[in-house]
């Protein structure tokens, strides 16, 4: 069945440092991509998304880009602010899976002044 | 004006009683979705459902039950609450577009069970 992995449970690191959170998939057909984030308090919203080999999704300077070959979709961001901290989601969605969106497990980012 | 909202925000149930978690829409969706979030698990879908009259199990429904009386409703039911069963709840509402599906989540809800 379909599944999403995120690699890092937590990332802790310092303001201007350089983020990156793995994402690896498996999905039966061709899915589309997503990131989430969730601040505390609050629900997930979806940060961007990607439907194609070599499409890359954007927003609020983070970035990832879709690749059918190695089956992943890495997060990163080149210089992370505390206001970044928040619970990250790498998410899928296949046309075959009923509507449904399948999340990794979220990782915990932490950035410290 | 917020699109998903959740009642209550927070609940605090005694143990072998019933609890009720309401979600309401006003995105026009036909998808409604229950969530519970806990450390080390992500989000973890309950029951889900198509349209108004539908309920779906998800991959944890044991110990739920969903109803979805109209569009913009849907309602997740603890009819025997259990302590295992304090987390934070997430209704979410979709549609299925071209290519993919995507969803919006409301504010969850804090559910502590004694």
């Known amino acids: 069945g379909d599944s999403v992995t995120q690699t890092e449970g937590q990332v802790a690191l310092s303001e201007e440092d350089f983020l990156t959170i793995h994402c690896n998939y498996s999905?039966?057909?061709?899915?589309?991509l997503f990131w989430y984030v969730q601040y505390p308090g609050e629900g997930p919203q979806l940060l961007f998304r990607?439907?194609?080999?070599?499409e890359k999704g954007s927003s609020r300077g983070f970035e990832a880009t879709y690749d059918k070959g190695t089956t992943s979709f890495h997060l990163r961001k080149a210089s992370v602010q505390e206001s970044d901290s928040a619970v990250y989601y790498c998410?899928?969605?296949?046309?075959?899976?009923?509507?449904?969106?399948?999340f990794g497990d979220g990782t915990q980012l932490v950035v410290k002044p | 004006e917020a699109a998903v909202t959740q009642s209550p925000r927070n609940k605090v149930a005694v143990t072998g009683g019933k609890v009720t978690l309401s979600c309401n829409q006003t995105?026009?969706?036909?998808?409604m979705y229950w969530y519970r979030q806990d450390t080390g698990h992500g989000l973890r879908l309950i029951h889900y459902?198509?349209?108004?009259?539908?309920?779906e199990k998800g991959d944890i429904p044991d110990g739920y039950k969903a109803s979805r009386p109209s569009q913009e409703n849907f309602s997740l039911i603890l009819e025997l609450a259990t302590p295992s069963q304090t987390s934070v709840y997430f209704c979410?509402?979709?549609?299925?577009?071209?290519?993919?599906?995507?969803?919006?989540f409301g504010p969850g809800t804090r559910l502590t069970v004694l």
């Open positions: 990607a439907s194609r080999d070599k």
């Open positions: 995105n026009n969706h036909n998808n």
């Open positions: 998410a899928l969605s296949d046309r075959g899976s009923n509507n449904r969106i399948f």
């Open positions: 999905a039966s057909g061709y899915p589309t």
């Open positions: 979410a509402s979709g549609d299925e577009g071209q290519d993919y599906a995507e969803q919006f």
């Open positions: 459902s198509y349209g108004a009259g539908s309920t």
